[in-house]
């Protein structure tokens, strides 16, 4: 029997807050840490899962574990895209009211180079 079981209501009650709670204190704060967090945990919980099934633990139980944590671990990859967005466009924002620098300043500072585009316009650019 797995330690977390989501066929267990209060088990998948429990998660589902807990991920809203999450989803919450992450958009308030506007950084995509929280989400990058859940995500991790999803996919150990996932790893462990699958463990429990190779070591031969109850099929059915495990599979419908697995496939809940697969859910999860979807909505909180999208979760981490989105804020990451957020995050993105809030740097932006703060980037904007500073003053211009020179291009001494832009070479020195590679920080500004990716306050400009976001993780994935990079990873895009790229392939």
């Not at 840490?33 to 139980?61: A, D, K, Q, R, W």
């Not at 500072?109 to 990079?122: A, Q, R, S, W």
Request: proline residues 2%; aromatic residues 10%; hydrophobic residues 45%.
């Amino acid at each position: 029997m797995p330690i977390i079981d989501f066929t267990q209501p209060l088990y998948l009650i429990a998660a589902v807050t807990l991920f809203l709670l999450c989803l919450y204190l992450a958009r308030n704060n506007k950084t995509n840490t929280v989400p990058c967090i859940m995500l991790f945990s999803f996919l150990t919980i996932l790893v462990g899962h699958t463990i429990e099934l190779v070591n031969g633990g109850t099929v059915s139980t495990l599979a419908t574990c697995i496939v809940v944590d697969e859910a999860f671990t979807f909505v909180s990859f999208l979760t981490f895209l989105w804020l990451d967005r957020i995050q993105v466009e809030e740097k932006k924002k703060a980037s904007k009211g500073k003053k211009k620098s020179t291009k001494k300043d832009k070479k020195e500072k590679l920080d500004d180079v990716v306050i400009e585009d976001d993780g994935l316009d990079i990873l895009w650019k790229k392939v």
